[in-house]
């Protein structure tokens, strides 16, 4: 976690056992008379119920006044401190717990299910370049599609052009699948999450209930794949998805994800409704690409990150997602 003091100067905090957190680069001089973090914490709001209006509910890292940061506890000391930022990415689970339990407020905000769909690149370019496809004049082929069904929206997230589907597990027994693309992009398939989303009114608005939902949905990916060796993904082709038929046919679409992947049926690892949504979305990307439904085109799963599934509450102005990007603080918020 990284924070900024209030001469902007930046340090790196690390959670210990106990919740309180430590200072890995040291400020220069606490606040005079200020209280240590061994002093004990200060009381913290419980609900966002107590929470007025214009006043933010601060964890047990920073004290307040009149309802405003003014300061982080450190094992070195408390540190002034006007804005706090939590850079804890977007699988930070463990510390996610922590703010909740110290009572900072966080809220559902919409994310997103589903898996990875892998088609030959050059069939790709056929659909998008027709006779031109394949001159070296064009740049890789690359699509971005969505498609809204009843309430929700199946989309496309992070086409990765001639890359590969990669595992992303952040916890023990979990499988999750991302994709990449090398510098080149000259890999033999193009690869990109099918997705649908999915919010707050989803899990009667707790957050604890979203964080559960992608363990539950990691954890299942896990199951399914485990006959084909630690972390194998559970697989299928798209036209098996369609069908509900959980069948694996390798031809020359051979998928790419290097732990290993196993037959199943992916529908049966989603919610009902959120795998008719998928079908219903894919049958919509035939009439966008050709091809794009092609017995030979795989689906691998699952994919659960494509966001955070909680939102930090601020009063006053924009409220804060946890993100992995950074250095730039923008990018952080």
């Keep these: 976690m990284v924070v900024r003091d209030g001469n902007w100067n930046i340090h790196e905090l690390q959670q210990k056992p106990s919740g309180m957190f430590r200072t890995v680069h040291k400020p220069a001089a606490p606040v005079a008379g200020a209280n240590s973090a061994s002093s004990g914490k200060k009381e913290l709001v419980k609900s966002e119920t107590s929470v007025k209006k214009d006043a933010a509910a601060i964890p047990s890292v920073g004290e307040q006044k009149n309802g405003q940061l003014t300061g982080i506890f450190t094992t070195n000391g408390t540190f002034p401190c006007e804005a706090l930022v939590f850079a804890v990415g977007h699988s930070a689970r463990d510390t996610f717990a922590m703010l909740m339990d110290s009572g900072l407020v966080l809220e559902c905000k919409p994310f997103s299910v589903g898996f990875r769909a892998e088609h030959l690149q050059s069939e790709i370019e056929k659909s998008l370049y027709h006779e031109a496809a394949g001159h070296p004049a064009l740049p890789r082929g690359e699509y971005q599609l969505s498609q809204h069904v009843g309430d929700r929206c199946v989309y496309t997230f992070c086409m990765c052009p001639g890359g590969q589907v990669v595992a992303s597990a952040s916890e023990t027994g979990h499988v999750v699948t991302n994709g990449m693309s090398y510098h080149a992009r000259d890999g033999r398939n193009a690869n990109a999450a099918v997705v649908v989303s999915v919010g707050a009114e989803d899990f009667a608005g707790d957050p604890r209930r979203a964080i559960a939902f992608q363990r539950e949905l990691e954890a299942k990916a896990y199951a399914a794949g485990r006959r084909g060796g630690a972390y194998a993904a559970p697989a299928e082709n798209v036209q098996s998805f369609l069908e509900g038929k959980g069948r694996l046919n390798i031809g020359r679409v051979e998928p790419t994800y290097d ?75």
């Design 259 to 333: 732990r290993g992947v196993v037959a199943a049926d992916l529908g049966a690892l989603l919610p009902g409704g959120l795998a008719d949504t998928l079908r219903a979305g894919l049958r919509a990307y035939e009439r966008k690409i050709a091809g794009y439904t092609a017995p030979e085109a795989i689906l691998t799963g699952l994919e659960t990150r494509t966001s955070s599934p909680v939102r930090l509450k601020r009063p006053s102005w924009q409220d804060c997602t946890p993100a992995a990007r950074g250095p730039d603080m923008r990018a952080a918020l």
